[in-house]
Structure formats: C-alpha cells, structure tokens
C-alpha cells in the first residue's frame, strides 16, 4: 500500500481541490511542530484530509461508474470506461485507481485526530469538532473502498512509517462495515445537525451525513453481492480466512430499513432546517410542476433535498461534455435501455398495454404539458414535453424523461435566442434550435469524431441558462453525492425483502412518483403489490430512473447481482438489465433530417463485455506486488 509512501510533513500533495475553505493547506517545508502552533496550518492539514474526495459528477473522464453502467456511453476511447465496457482492463491498466488516494487521507485523519490538542488557537469546541469530521471522513473513505474493491486492509490507527506492510492482511467485509458505522457512530454527536443552518461551512459533514451514509453502507451489506453469494465462498486470505460470510442473514435488511428511517425521521422531525424532497412550489413558485421539480433538483444550489454535498465541482466541464455541437463536446449518451426505462405520462411502462406507447411515426399532437409553444416558457419549464411531429417514441413521456434525456429534434435549452440557429441546417433555421442527431445532422455522427453513439445526449444536470456555444456557463453548483430521494429508495428496497406489504412502501414510494407528476405504481400495476420479486423489479427500475447519471446504477446492478444476469423477459434490443452483450441506441449513421425514419431503428453501438469478476475492482498489481499479504479479487 502507499500508506508507507506518505512522508510527513509533505502535506501538500494530498491536497487537490481548489474550493472555498479546501484551497489552503500548510506549506510543504514546514516541520509537523510548526503545523499544529497555528490554527491556520493545523486547519490546512485538516483540509488535506478532505482533499480525496472522489469528484463522481466527472463522469467523463474521471470517475467511471456513469459511462461503464447500461446507462450511458462515453465516445472518447482515451477515457477509462471505453476499455472497460469492452473488457479490455485489469490490475496492470487501472484508471480511478483510488486505493492508494484513500489510504493517504486515511492516514491524514489519524494524524490530525492526534495531534489537533497541541494547537492552542483553536477553541476547545473546534478541537472536538474537527475530530469529528475526520473521523466521518475516515468512514466515508472506507466505505468508497468496500464499494470499489470489496473487503479493505482495515488500518484502525495512525501506524509508524516503518511498519512491516507486508503483515496487514485484507479484513472480513463485515468487519469493514462494522467499523466504517462505529466511525460514522463517533463522528455524529460533536457534529452540528445540518450545516444549512449555518451555511459558512457548507459541505463539511454534518449528523444528517453521518446517517446518510449509514444508509448507503448498510444498505449494499444487505444486498444479494454480499448477503449469501455462495460465489465468494472462496474469497480468502492466505491464512484462510473467509473475506465474505456466505450465509444470508434477514436482518441486515432491517438494519438497512432502519438506517434509511433513521435519515428520514431526522429529515421529517426536523425543527432546524427544511429536509425533504425538492418541489417547485414550495420553493417559490406557486403552481406545482414536475418538470421543473425533477429538473431543479440539481441545478438550485444546497437545496432542500441534499443531505450530503461537496463543494468540489465542475459543472463547466460536465456541460461542455454533454452539450451537443457546436460549442459542446457531443458525446456523452444515454443508452436505448435508459430510454426505454422511463414511464409513459401516465404512469405505465411502455411495454403495458395500457401505456398508449407507439413506437413508430411522428405525433399528431404536442405533450399536453406543451402548453405554450414559446421558446422562452419552455427554456423556464412552463411548458415541457414533446412538440408536435417530434418521433413518437419520444411522445407522452414522464417528466424525469425530457428533464434528462435529448433527443433528436428536440429544442436545445440552454441556448440564447441570438444563437439558436447555430445548431440547425440551413433548412432548419427557425429559431427553435433542435438538436440534429442524425447522421448528417449539425450535431451529428458523420465525419465527427466528437458524436453522440446513441442519438441520444444528457439532459440532466445542464442549466437553462447555461450557453455552450459562448462558453458561457451557470457557474457554480455542489456536488451531491446523497440526496432524500435516494434514502426512500433505500428504504423501500430494503423493507420490501422482508416485509413487502409494508405501508410504508407505498407511502414514500409515492412521494417519488408524486414529486415525478405520476401516479402511484400500485394504481397502474396493482399486481405487483405485496409480491416481494416483482416490487424488487419496479423498485429497481425507479432507481434507473430517479438517480440516473448519479453514479448509481453501476453498484445497484453490481450489488443486485444483475450485472452478469440475462433480461429473458424481453428481446435483446429491448432488455432492461444484463451488462455482457449487445448496448442499443438509435441508427446514428442515418439520416438527412428530421423526417428520416430510418435513423429512429434502434441498433447496435457496442458489444459490451462483463464477466463475473468485474462484480468487483481490482487491486492494482502494483499493490499486490508491495504487499505480499493482499489477496486480489476473485477472478482478477
């Protein structure tokens, strides 16, 4: 492990971000003694520690779990999840290799947790404040890790720079989980509930943090990866040690369900601070509208809904990627399977009979959420949905779809009216400014290298009043790595293994759907009610939905074992899981405008290669290599 390889008081190299209260650290001459006399250098150390925050929303080229889930696709073959869709990966090339950068603010928080007292600047109140936020730091660090890599090398104390490596031995995951909770446990009574009070200091950790992550970490130990995989019975240290209990056990379901409703009790008893689902009008508007609700969400800054949150971000260049030609950089695509997920307007999937889905043609009639045909009311939400003579797969949609997914002959939002003739044809000059995604198209895939390989581009997290073309970009925006919705879904999931006909089910499952303008999923499909495999699917299935591009689907379908299972409910251009095969799009190639029929087939963009092993992250065989007590991950 690097842990050896941190030589103090070189602090400055764990030190990344350049945001607020994250910018300063102590100088890299200066001797440990010097840090903590001054409660500048001792707060720039404790700065350090946060500096490993993972940046998730740089799901372009960074972090990779967007662009290698079924979710999306990412053109550029120079970013990491191109080698890994087509299984062209292991422990010799590993990109986001975050073992090492953990482990080195790991052993930052250690150091700060011994050595803060000798600071005499700092209040008695800061020294046990501070202590504690590195101590969730610590937990959050290592429950990224037990989700990357599975069971870590637990290091439970600030360890001499001489200590024989080669004796720390991976630790049983449930020990990993056991002390990643104490951790967060011990973090939470010194820490303020909710930073929203007192906003000086937003995206340090707070106690709703402190749960928020409780949730998530208890919530993957419950799931069928690592609650009774017999594919692990093999997983040991080379003493024999069982990495993995393949036992399943039904209470680490209900120890999920209470996390999650731990969180949302916090949220809903909560005297000092609104916590609860973002909705646009109780947050200043006066008609209720679900577009701009699912919309908003993730553009107003610190809203309601966020319960953990970094101020490291960079919206700028998650738009420029996501933005079609000219001006944006064209290629980050959802897939046909993301798509397909979304309900029809009223409530239905569009594979029942009641949906009122067609697939063919082009609408006769716009969205009856159009209620304007005004660039201007729909660039603010007023009106939302498709416009007439739009493709009709597109058609009577929910409102998380258009608020996440453009698609061809669609109005480019974030676009001034000066400009919105740039991302049109000759032909198509109106003023409207609709995304040309066939193969001809402005934004198309015919002799450009920067192209979407879906027909398809993001839609979600891009600001109306952002303009790509002009380089010109909303600016700054947290990021949010747990919002509430999440923790519903968590709690839902977990209820319905054990008790499916809960209430509480329905009741924050319509919450979701309510906030989404649908009706409840027990209205549209009653015969899912109680039947614990079939809510599991449509569970999972708003998942897809709900936190799509959130860096979510990639573990929940890991966790959920479905990575590696084959969709034989559906044909293989329509399956809803399954990672190892043919990934749809649209004919991207085809095409001369927007009539052209014969770019809406859907077809092939990629075979995609999963194995069994790609459940998990390898360990970098640099690692292995260092310490001869690491074993690597199964099939790797």
């Known amino acids: 492990m690097k842990l050896k390889n941190i030589i ?20 890299d001459q200066k001797t440990m003694d010097m840090v903590w006399k001054s409660r500048k250098e001792t707060e720039a150390y404790l700065y350090s520690v946060y500096s490993q925050l993972p940046i998730e929303h740089s799901i372009w080229g960074d972090a990779p779990w967007v662009g290698a889930s079924d979710e999306c696709d990412m053109i550029w073959e120079r970013y990491l999840t191109a080698s890994m869709n087509v299984g062209n990966w292991g422990p010799n090339n590993l990109e986001w290799d975050q073992w090492p950068n953990y482990y080195k603010a790991i052993r930052a928080s250690f150091v700060f947790e011994n050595n803060v007292d ?34 870590f090398v637990l290091i439970d104390e600030e360890k ?4 024989d490596w080669n004796s720390f031995p991976r630790t049983p995951y449930d020990d990993c989980v056991a002390y990643i909770l104490r951790m967060l446990d011990e973090a939470y009574p010194d820490l303020p509930f909710s930073w929203q009070v007192d906003r000086t200091w937003l995206g340090k950790p707070d106690k709703v943090a402190c749960l928020a992550v409780k949730s998530e970490v208890t919530l993957m130990a419950a799931s069928p990866q690592w ?7 093999s997983f040991k240290n080379h003493d024999g040690t069982s990495l993995v209990n393949t036992t399943y056990s039904e209470q680490k379901w209900k120890d999920a369900a209470a996390a999650a409703k731990a969180v949302i009790d916090a949220a809903e008893n909560s005297s000092e601070v609104k916590i609860a689902l973002y909705r646009n009008d109780e947050n200043g508007d006066a008609v209720f509208n679900p577009y701009k609700s699912v919309r908003n969400v993730h553009l107003e800054k610190w809203n309601c809904e966020v319960l953990w949150a970094v101020t490291k971000c960079d919206a700028n260049g998650f738009e420029r990627h996501a933005c079609p030609r000219p001006g944006g950089w064209n290629g980050m695509a959802p897939t046909q399977r993301l798509v397909d997920a979304f309900y029809m307007a009223n409530g239905y999937t569009i594979d029942d009979e009641e949906s009122g889905y067609v697939e063919e043609g082009f609408a006769k009639e716009a969205h009856h959420n159009w209620v304007n045909d005004n660039i201007n009311e729909i660039r603010d939400g007023n009106s939302w949905g498709h416009r007439k003579d739009e493709w009709n797969m597109y058609a009577n949609r929910e409102a998380r779809f258009y608020a996440s997914i453009l698609y061809n002959g669609h109005p480019v939002l ?9 991302y049109s044809s000759e032909k198509n000059k109106d003023g409207w400014g609709r995304v040309e995604l066939y193969g001809s198209g402005v934004s198309g895939a015919n002799g450009a290298s920067d192209h979407s390989a879906t027909g398809y581009l993001v839609n979600k997290f891009i600001h109306y009043d952002s303009n790509p073309y002009r380089g010109q970009y909303y600016g700054w925006r947290q990021h949010t790595y747990i919002r509430l919705a999440g923790i519903y879904l968590n709690y839902i999931e977990a209820l319905n293994e054990y008790d499916p006909n809960h209430a509480d089910i329905k009741k924050y499952w319509d919450k979701i759907r309510e906030r989404a303008g649908l009706p409840s999923i027990f209205a549209t499909h009653p015969e899912i009610k109680g039947n614990t495999e079939l809510q599991s699917e449509y569970i999972i299935r708003e998942r897809q939905i709900e936190l799509c591009f ?8 890991r966790r959920r074992l479905l990575s590696g299972k084959v969709d034989t409910k559906h044909t293989p251009d329509r399956r809803m899981y399954g990672d190892n095969g043919n990934m749809y799009g649209m004919n991207i190639f085809a095409g001369d405008s927007f009539e052209s029929t014969e770019f809406y087939q859907r077809t092939v963009f990629e075979r995609r290669v999963f194995e069994d092993k790609m459940y998990l992250y390898p360990i970098s065989q640099w690692e292995i290599d260092r310490n001869t007590s690491l074993v690597q991950n199964p099939g790797w």
Not at 127 to 142: H, I, P, S
Not at 160 to 163: F, I, L
Not at 551 to 556: A, G, L, S, W
Request: aromatic share 14%; charged share 25%; net charge negative.
């Open 160 to 163: 001499a720079m001489d200590s």
């Open 118 to 151: 000798l600071c005499e600047e700092l209040t008695d109140e800061l020294k046990t404040q501070y202590k504690a936020e590195v101590k969730f730091l610590r937990g959050f660090y290592y429950w990224k890790l037990l989700q990357q890599y599975g069971p």
């Open 414 to 422: 974030q676009v001034s009216a000066a400009d919105r003739d740039i």
């Open 550 to 557: 959130e860096c979510d689907r990639y573990f929940t379908t």
């Open 227 to 233: 609650n009774g995989n017999p594919a692990y019975a």
């Open 8 to 27: 103090l008081p070189i602090v400055a190299v764990l030190m990344v971000s350049s945001c607020d209260f994250l910018d300063k650290m102590p100088d």
